[in-house]
Nanobody, 120 residues
């Protein structure tokens, strides 16, 4: 079994910052691309940022210059540093990871989500 456990969400005022963390644990042989997605009420889940195992990053246009994704491969952990937060960043943030357990194909896993609320 593989688990993704997120932490770091909360309530912050506009202009503030938060740092999300997500640790992948369990039966991992290879941990490939990890990322963050978010879902606001009444909206579809959308990409925020992804990072490959070699460190190549990709960001949604709406967060470029404000959010930074990083990872610690030794800890199987991905981070999302968010600054200059806006009320429109309010959403449940989900961690995502492509994991290859031993002797099986790659599987996509999701975390349980962490709430980020930005007040105006």
């Amino acid at each position: 079994q593989v688990q993704l456990v997120e932490s770091g969400g909360g309530l912050v005022q506009a202009g503030g910052s938060l740092r999300l963390s997500c640790t992948c644990s369990g039966n991992i042989f290879v941990l490939n691309t990890m990322g963050w997605y978010r879902q606001a009420p009444g909206k579809q889940r959308e990409l925020v940022a992804t990072i490959t195992s070699s460190g190549t990053t990709n960001y949604a246009d709406s967060v470029k210059g404000r959010f930074t994704i990083s990872r610690d491969n030794a800890k199987n952990t991905v981070y999302l540093q968010m600054i200059s937060l806006k009320p429109e960043d309010t959403a449940v943030y989900y961690c995502n990871a492509y994991v290859r357990p031993p002797y099986t194909p790659i599987v996509n896993y999701w975390g349980q989500g962490t709430q980020v609320t930005v007040s105006s």
